[in-house]
């Protein structure tokens, strides 16, 4: 009986670990074209599991389908955060080819490209309403945050209650006023950084810690 019910323990511990485990939460990446959403997907991914999510550009709506990295441990604090990071695409009210002729495509491409982009918008938001845990908000602190895009999916976020973490992110531009963003959105705590540098990564990654772990 001994053996038995040593047996019995045994399986019902394996079976409370395997259960109470968590499934990585799906943290996505959104902010409005060429903030730098790429940039910092790649930058995590890379400190933390030595590859890339996708390629970066200066051309905007270079991500036109959302791309997923999975099982990102961050260690912070004695602490394992693991996530799935998804790079959505940028989001935006309309996409006008003609914005891409100016660097340098033939029209066709430019067609395309638009009509790809404007795809990978739908295709954000489902998962926003849908997919997603949390949200890493990230804004280029060298414009003007006050917009209609920003303003809408700031909305959706809390509307969906999800935890965001809004960075300002290429304070290494000589322009940028993460102030400005913080004045923007009062209600959420901003963090700067240059994903493009790494510059205060540290403190990004003590949040999304702290936000998501």
Avoid: C
């Amino acid at each position: 009986m001994g053996l038995l019910t040593d047996l019995k323990d045994s399986i019902s511990r394996a079976a409370s670990t395997l259960f109470s485990e968590e499934n990585p939460k799906r943290i996505g990446i959104y902010g409005p074209p060429n903030a730098g959403k790429t940039t910092l997907a790649n930058r995590i991914a890379r400190d933390w599991t030595g590859d890339a999510v996708g390629p970066e550009s200066h051309i905007p709506h270079e991500t036109r389908r959302a791309r997923r990295k999975e099982d990102i441990e961050i260690e912070r604090n004695g602490a394992t955060v693991n996530i799935d990071i998804v790079d959505t695409p940028g989001v935006t009210t309309k996409v006008d080819y003609e914005e891409f002729l100016d660097h340098d495509m033939e029209k066709d491409d430019a067609v395309r490209r638009s009509r790809e982009a404007t795809e990978g918008v739908a295709e954000a938001m489902h998962w926003l309403r849908e997919d997603v845990d949390g949200v890493i908000y990230v804004l280029d602190s060298s414009t003007d945050p006050f917009t209609q895009v920003n303003t809408m999916l700031i909305g959706i976020i809390e509307s969906q209650d999800l935890p965001v973490l809004i960075l300002a992110n290429k304070t290494d531009l000589e322009e940028s006023s993460v102030q400005r963003i913080r004045n923007a959105f009062p209600q959420h705590e901003t963090i700067p950084l240059s994903a493009l540098e790494g510059d205060n990564m540290d403190e990004v990654y003590d949040k999304i810690a702290e936000y998501f772990g």
